[in-house]
């Protein structure tokens, strides 16, 4: 029987692609003193990135095919297996250990058994490896399946620069199974993209690369590459939660800012313990393509707590009196006069 299940094995399994060529030139040089992308962070100027380079094969298998994105912690692009023939993103983080947490999190994803409906719509890991820059740092690589745009960028491709209303509708149903099965095991969310089902968006990806080379620039003679988008899919898929690395288990309530300025939950600014309600405060953004609250104090001073709560406030009423006494705000605030969610809301139609 073993030597039936090798030999059955060994017809199923695809014979190794051999890595693609590349283009060496024909690309645009971005002049050295234009900041580009992940140069902007102070993790750059401290070397902390890895110097990912296209058509470059790490862990003996996945080839570097173009640069999808970055962020403070990381950059990511898409890469084939040559050995499954499967296209895979490549989540390459910094040298000062940032990937552990969210390491943590997908292992604790990986280990639950359930048949809740939510589970499709939250993103797994597939493989993970560690590997030293030239300069002799460890770095870490989260393997994942590729997805399409995330919430943050999918507006940006309707001339609104918003959210249709049968497209949030829709997606919000995905996003809160989603939620509903993170907070079922204890985990409180991120991000939020979209199935990438059109798998002729990575070779129309490939291709582009062949035939425009990605702009790029070269710093102690390592190239840094200008991120590349897909292409609009014939169909979109599911709602994906993802980018797990400001999760945290839910089990536990917390007290720490959670959340950028604007997008911060009144249990949050008011330093109430919290939990899963949050994840849910900043759904306006998707729909009306502006910010509900700003914080810009009178003062001058740009983005402050105490602005931002009277706008919330002015717009909403005073906070129960059971939160606030369960806070640690005690200071007083002005509050502004003529703010209503009826003024704030522009897209809706039909009467409330």
Not at 23 to 45: H, M, S
Not at 155 to 183: I, M, Q, S, V
Not at 293 to 298: I, N, R
Request: charged fraction near 25%; glycine fraction near 8%; hydrophobic fraction near 35%.
């Amino acid at each position: 029987m073993a030597f039936i299940l090798r030999w059955a094995q060994q017809l199923t399994r695809k014979t190794p692609l051999q890595p693609v060529r590349f283009p060496t030139t024909g690309f645009d040089i971005i002049p050295k003193l234009a900041l580009l992308e992940e140069e902007q962070f102070d993790e750059f100027k401290e070397g902390k990135y890895f110097p990912v380079q296209i058509g470059h094969v790490y862990a003996s298998k996945y080839q570097v095919l173009g640069k999808l994105g970055f962020g403070s912690t990381s950059t990511v692009w898409l890469a084939r297996d040559l050995e499954s023939h499967n296209h895979v993103t490549l989540k390459m983080y910094t040298s000062d250990n940032t990937h552990q947490h969210e390491f943590d999190i997908y292992e604790i994803i990986r280990k639950v058994k359930s048949s809740h409906p939510g589970r499709r719509h939250v993103r797994s890991a597939i493989d993970k490896f560690a590997l030293q820059s030239p300069a002799g740092k460890q770095h870490y690589c989260l393997v994942q399946t590729p997805l399409w745009d995330s919430w943050r960028d999918l507006p940006r491709r309707n001339p609104t620069n918003r959210f249709t209303e049968d497209l949030l509708k829709a997606g919000l149903w995905e996003l809160l199974l989603g939620l509903d099965y993170l907070h079922a095991e204890y985990i409180k969310a991120d991000n939020i993209h979209s199935e990438l089902v059109d798998k002729q968006l990575f070779e129309a990806f490939t291709e582009a690369e062949f035939e425009t080379p990605t702009p790029r620039k070269y710093i102690n003679g390592f190239p840094i590459y200008l991120s590349r988008k897909f292409g609009l899919p014939r169909e979109l898929g599911n709602v994906i939660l993802s980018d797990f690395g400001a999760a945290v288990r839910g089990d536990k309530r917390r007290n720490h800012d959670a959340q950028p300025n604007v997008y911060r939950s009144p249990e949050v600014m008011l330093k109430v313990p919290w939990s899963y309600p949050v994840d849910i405060w900043n759904i306006w953004d998707l729909f009306e393509g502006k910010h509900l609250f700003y914080g810009d104090d009178p003062s001058g001073e740009g983005y402050l707590t105490r602005a931002h709560l009277a706008e919330v406030t002015g717009m909403l009423g005073p906070p129960p009196l059971d939160l606030l006494q369960r806070g640690q705000w005690k200071a007083g605030i002005p509050i502004p006069e003529g703010l209503s969610l009826e003024a704030s809301e522009e897209n809706l139609e039909g009467a409330l």
